[in-house]
């Protein structure tokens, strides 16, 4: 077996079947940026359901190693992508994450946006080690959608 498998193999069930659900996310995310407006997804994903999970089951930090290794293994995945399904895998363990969105611009590497997610100010999904270089944009939630 390769060193993934035998690695997942070995997870205990309840991680199991939230990588499982971090992948289908991560799939569903990665498409959906590539055929439904971004307004659109940023207004879908304040309509989420309940959470289905309790944050006993896993915590924060296991959650967001979850889904870092579960974007390994999704071809093309983009931090936006990270960012929207790692939002909603942690709302459905009742973890309000927030998504941020910064932009750079440099004569080196020209315009740079990236995306991240944080949960009680702390960088859970995205971290770079430039952080710093990145202007915040407003608040995705107080960005009004049609």
């Not at 060193?3 to 199991?16: I, Q």
Request: with cysteine; glycine share 6%.
């Amino acid at each position: 077996m390769t060193e993934k498998l035998l690695r997942f193999v070995r997870l205990p069930t309840a991680e199991k079947r939230c990588f499982c659900r971090a992948v289908g996310l991560l799939v569903y995310y990665r498409l959906a940026l590539l055929v439904i407006p971004l307004q659109r997804l940023l207004r879908d994903r304040t309509r989420q359901p309940a959470a289905t999970a309790t944050a006993a089951d896993l915590d924060a930090g296991r959650l967001a190693r979850l889904i870092r290794a579960a974007a390994t293994v999704v071809p093309g995945t983009t931090c936006l992508a990270n960012s929207l399904a790692g939002q909603r895998l942690f709302a459905s363990y009742g973890y309000p994450a927030k998504i941020h969105v910064g932009v750079a611009k440099d004569r080196q590497d020209g315009f740079q946006a990236h995306a991240w997610l944080t949960l009680a100010g702390e960088i859970v999904v995205g971290q770079l080690p430039d952080m710093e270089k990145y202007r915040e944009l407003p608040d995705l939630d107080t960005i009004r959608t049609p």
